[in-house]
């Protein structure tokens, strides 16, 4: 399943509960997508604060992080 939206995300992982729940996906693979959630999390939370801050100030100018430096 390739996920487009946030509405994708939501269903799969209402997916990943429900099979951890009915004991048809095991733990260590529930914690891997749960880890994996929590970074999509912290990105996704990360790029909304960015924007509101550059919503907040027209003139600011905010570049990418390079991860090579």
């Keep these: 399943m390739a996920l487009k939206s946030t509405k994708d995300l ?8 429900e099979g951890v729940a009915d004991g048809t996906i095991d733990t260590d693979r529930a914690k891997g997508v749960a880890n994996l959630s ?7 939370n990360l790029e909304l ?3 509101k801050a550059k919503a ?14």
Excluded: E, G, H, S
């Design 56 to 69: 907040a100030d027209v003139d600011l100018k905010i570049d990418p992080v390079n991860f090579d430096d």
């Design 10 to 17: 939501r269903i799969f992982l209402v997916k990943q509960m």
């Design 38 to 44: 929590q970074q999509l999390y912290n990105c996704v």
């Design 49 to 51: 604060k960015f924007a």
